[in-house]
């Protein structure tokens, strides 16, 4: 079987291949001027369980998260509350790094901090400037769009122009983007040889992408709604100056929704990671996640975070009584009715996920081989040897999930 993964770009399904040993995985992460919440869990856990079936696939791989903590809205926050910026930002990011390990997301290898890249920004500015990519203004460096700007969100000119960043009128073309802007702030700024300022939010990817995986990797990935302008702009910069892909796959995981409307700071309509683990546990919530595919958007309630409580309570104890069972009772003999649920089980679960790792349709065959399992326990009629390879499969492809 071959793993295929949507990629936005060509908005179809492609045969993944990686050449050299090791997968690498750009991420995405959050500005952190608060706690985290449902929606960046999602993205967060969808990209654990590619990395661990990856890996499962005789992978092995190298995860690479920026984090914003640069950005108008801590600058903002922090002297709304009388502290330093860089103070501020740090009691977030370390949260983010709780949050991580609560989650049980064991496969990022580095959390990469925006602020401690900027002399990497400010030399790829350099190179943007070089290359006729960039230009000057009164206001600080902006980005050329003229050419190749839009493919990734697959939006025309004309659509393009009306969705305008940084109002200027200083610039050369209405989507032409900010990678410099200048400041008289002390706070969070930096020399530059265009002045003193901040980077722009779009230069920080492609300064770390880069950094940490030179000109071209494998997956860049994060949430749907990084496609436009976020993901557009790296991959406008790092080809600008390459003339090579940026990577083979873009992946974005769907929304998380309440109402309707996209889980969000801004809109206050959140429900932090910490406060849904208190509540529901780990285990609960990353089933809750898996039993919708990482593309689809999701409308969040509660009662389907409860039902998904329910149903992890229901698999543990299956898989609790099982180990009961192989434990207490000895014999050698088999059972083919179970050995072949098991098998079938295994083979659908991997046709699931190298269906661009439809956790959806692979979460429900472990499910199944759980209360199959165990209604043939309370019958008596599974011997424990066959039991105990049915434990074995379940303990194995749930922690590509992550749920057990």
């Known amino acids: 079987m071959t793993l295929r993964i949507f990629d936005t770009l060509t908005l179809k399904k492609k045969a993944f291949r990686a050449e050299g040993r090791v997968v690498r995985i750009f991420l995405c992460g959050p500005t952190v001027y608060d706690y985290c919440h449902l929606g960046h869990a999602r993205t967060f856990v969808a990209f654990d369980t590619?990395?661990?079936y990856l890996r499962f696939r005789g992978h092995r791989t190298k995860v690479v998260m920026n984090v914003s903590d640069i950005s108008k809205e801590i600058i903002e926050n922090a002297e709304r509350n009388g502290q330093d910026p860089d103070e501020y930002s740090t009691k977030y990011f370390q949260s983010l790094l709780e949050d991580l390990k609560a989650l049980e997301v064991n496969t990022i290898d580095e959390v990469v901090r925006a602020s401690h890249n900027v002399p990497e920004m400010i030399g790829w500015i350099e190179k943007l400037l070089e290359r006729g990519a960039a230009y000057i203004t009164d206001e600080g460096v902006f980005l050329?769009?003229?050419k190749g700007y839009g493919s990734l969100s697959h939006q025309s000119k004309g659509e393009l122009a009306l969705r305008r960043l940084d109002l200027s009128p200083t610039k050369k073309n209405p989507e032409d983007f900010l990678l410099w802007t200048y400041t008289?702030?002390?706070?969070?700024?930096w020399d530059s040889p265009w002045g003193k300022g901040r980077?722009?939010?779009?230069i920080e990817d492609a300064a770390a992408c880069t950094k940490y995986f030179g000109t071209s990797y494998h997956i860049n990935g994060g949430g749907d709604e990084l496609v436009f302008p976020h993901h557009e702009a790296t991959k406008a910069q790092v080809e600008a100056v390459t003339g090579r892909p940026v990577c083979r796959y873009w992946l974005h995981t769907g929304l998380l929704q309440v109402r309707r409307r996209k889980m969000s700071k801004s809109l206050r309509n959140f429900i932090t990671i910490r406060e849904a683990l208190s509540r529901y546990g780990v285990h609960a919530l990353r089933l809750y996640f898996s039993l919708t595919h990482y593309r689809k958007p999701l409308d969040f309630r509660h009662s389907d975070l409860e039902k998904a409580f329910r149903l992890s309570r229901s698999f543990h104890n299956s898989v609790e009584k099982m180990k009961d069972v192989v434990a207490s009772f000895?014999?050698?003999?088999r059972d083919i009715n179970l050995d072949r649920v098991v098998t079938r089980c295994e083979g659908r679960f991997i046709e699931a996920m190298d269906n661009d790792f439809d956790t959806e349709s692979?979460?429900?065959?472990?499910?199944?081989?759980?209360r199959y399992s165990a209604r043939g326990q309370r019958l008596k009629r599974h011997s424990p040897t066959s039991l105990l390879g049915a434990l074995r499969s379940l303990t194995k492809l749930s922690g590509i999930l992550g749920i057990l």
């Open 50 to 52: 590619i990395a661990r």
């Open 199 to 202: 980077p722009g939010q779009h």
């Open 362 to 370: 692979a979460v429900k065959e472990l499910l199944d081989l759980a």
């Open 144 to 146: 050329d769009t003229s």
């Open 330 to 333: 000895g014999g050698k003999e």
């Open 184 to 189: 008289r702030s002390e706070r969070s700024a």
